[in-house]
């Protein structure tokens, strides 16, 4: 499966970000999809994860209560809705996806990645 993260800008903090991934080649429905970012000098970090149905969503705590993340299998896309940003949300966002993940927010369990879309925000 081929992803494409959209969606990134410079917001002022307090503002708000929608960063879209979608995805082609393969059906999208059954696979697990996750955000990652990585802010220049650090490690990749986990974001967000929802399952194939979207009835479960997990959020890292640095994020939990700002950001939200959805899906919506018929358009293959799947969002993060990013609100309440601050300086240290500044990075690049990348998507992935796999059919199996058992710790949602381990980088290693996902073979599909996208390419970044990068996220500033400003003080």
């Known amino acids: 499966v081929q992803l494409q993260a959209s969606g990134g800008g410079l917001v002022q903090a307090g503002g708000s970000l929608r960063l879209s991934c979608t995805a082609s080649g393969r059906t999208f429905s059954p696979y697990v999809m996750g955000w990652f970012r990585q802010a220049p000098g650090k490690e990749r970090e986990f974001v967000a994860a929802i399952s194939w149905s979207g009835d479960s969503t997990y959020y890292a705590d640095s994020v939990k209560g700002r950001f939200t993340i959805s899906r919506d299998n018929a358009k293959n896309t799947v969002y993060l809705q990013m609100n309440s940003l601050k300086p240290e949300d500044t990075a690049v966002y990348s998507c992935?996806?796999?059919?199996?993940?058992?710790?949602?927010?381990?980088?290693?369990?996902?073979?599909?990645w996208g390419q970044g879309t990068e996220v500033t925000v400003s003080s």
């Open positions: 992935a996806a796999n059919r199996w993940v058992a710790t949602k927010a381990d980088p290693r369990e996902y073979d599909y």
